[in-house]
């Protein structure tokens, strides 16, 4: 029977022949699985904080990641996992379901829902023809870059807002908060120790780090037990709640458009990144890349469906490719290994439901060292934009400094773009910029002056 199976799977996944074996496979969709599994615990905490019910998110992010990565192995043959993107959610829930006094658009969670599973619906129909990567080719790279590293700042800022670190203060923008504060030394204990764990290459670093910080709150009274295991929580708060009537606007029309130009770099960046490591990469071009592509965009419209922000390519695929990952089998495990920890919603309700200071702040202590550590890495893109010219540096740093400043990524891509169109104009280098560029620039210049 067993070898029946291996031999099942050898002509399944092509073992052989991409030099690697089933128990190969399976360690690196497990060491996939625990380098990416923080998002169980921090997607729950992020959409919730724009009115959706924590569960319901939680078992909308398994089922969907699981979905979404066994149709990449064993469509796309790849082994790269996919889950809900780190900034996506941040823009769905601090952006678009923000209120207006806030600077967010001020749309309910179930309109935002319908922006993900629209934009994933036009992925999946311009997939077929090419159309992302030539999109994606318009985009400036000193672009590119900053608006990765703009998200990044932002995530790291509300991390620092969810540790108690940074708060607001009359007058200024913000201020440091009581360091000497349980929940604050709680997060500052979190991000030392998750800190040393990843310098010292220990794969699943953060998740290691979340384990820990929460077990240290747990004597503290900061985190409450609750239960480890039980049946998956209901999907019924968030299963086909989406709005799609309510995008009828200019607003709902930007929605869409963000999410998709979004979703077009995490993509098509991660999917060039990790298989060039992993040597898929033939004359530059990536096999099979209309499937993988295909399977990300079906995995944004079902999470969409089922209660989650966009799903998408995980960068932290890379670490299972560094252990041998090379088929579609390790993608299989990672899927599975999503669906097993359906089980564990008490658990991650323990860890991300965060804890209320006696002044009625709510602190997420266990959640935020990831968030802030996850900004760096995010940043690391800086060091690629070309300082030394005007015309690209420029628009880099205001699209970086304004998505954080107004905790909007819409606006600081606005920014950057409006920027970058307009200094290429006035210095005679309009061909610099491709023509969607300016079409998207004067856009949004529009949409500024009606508003």
Not at 105 to 119: K, N
Request: glycine share 12%.
């Amino acid at each position: 029977m067993m070898a029946m199976a291996q031999s099942f799977l050898e002509r399944r996944f092509q073992l052989a022949s991409n030099g690697t074996t089933v128990g190969t496979e399976a360690l690196a969709g497990l060491t996939t699985f625990l380098t990416l599994s923080y998002i169980i615990f921090v997607q729950p905490a992020v959409l919730s904080s724009a009115g959706m019910d924590f569960g319901a998110v939680m078992a909308a992010t398994c089922l969907a990641s699981a979905f979404a990565t066994l149709l990449m192995g064993l469509y796309a043959n790849y082994p790269i996992a996919l889950a809900p993107a780190m900034g996506h959610n941040f823009y769905f829930a601090f952006t678009v379901c923000g209120a207006a006094a806030a600077g967010g658009m001020g749309f309910r969670w179930e309109t935002a829902l319908g922006g993900v599973f629209v934009s994933g619906v036009i992925f999946l129909a311009l997939s077929r023809f090419g159309f992302r990567e030539r999109l994606l080719n318009a985009i400036p790279d000193s672009l590119k870059h900053a608006i990765a590293v703009g998200i990044g700042l932002l995530i790291a800022f509300v991390g620092l807002q969810w540790a108690g670190i940074v708060v607001a203060r009359p007058g200024i923008l913000v201020g440091l908060g009581r360091l000497g504060s349980p929940p604050v030394l709680l997060a500052l204990f979190g991000l030392v120790l998750t800190s040393v764990l990843l310098s010292r290459g220990i794969r699943g670093g953060i998740l290691w780090g979340i384990l820990a910080t929460a077990a240290a709150g747990l004597p503290l009274g900061l985190v409450q037990y609750s239960g480890l295991v039980s049946g998956p929580p209901s999907l019924a708060p968030t299963l086909f709640k989406l709005d799609l009537m309510g995008l009828l606007s200019g607003a709902g029309f930007l929605v869409i458009f963000i999410f998709f130009f979004l979703a077009l770099f995490d993509t098509i960046g991660t999917l060039v990144g990790v298989s060039e490591q992993a040597g898929f990469l033939k004359d530059g071009r990536l096999p099979r890349a209309e499937k993988a592509l295909m399977s990300d965009a079906a995995g944004m419209s079902a999470g969409a469906l089922l209660g989650t922000s966009t799903i998408t390519s995980y960068v932290e695929s890379a670490a299972g490719v560094a252990v041998g990952g090379r088929t579609g089998l390790a993608s299989v495990v990672t899927a599975g290994l999503f669906l097993l920890a359906l089980f564990f919603a008490p658990f991650a309700r323990m860890v991300g439901e965060g804890y209320i200071t006696p002044e009625g702040a709510h602190l997420y202590p266990v959640i935020a060292p990831a968030l802030i550590l996850i900004g760096s890495f995010m940043a690391r893109g800086i060091q690629r934009i070309p300082w030394t010219d005007p015309t690209e540096a420029i628009p880099a740093f205001l699209t970086i400094l304004v998505m954080p400043l107004t905790v909007s990524i819409t606006d600081g891509i606005a920014f950057g773009l409006i920027s970058y169109s307009m200094l290429k104009l006035v210095t005679g280098r309009a061909h610099d910029a491709h023509w969607l560029i300016h079409l998207f620039a004067g856009l949004l210049v529009l949409r500024y002056v009606v508003e």
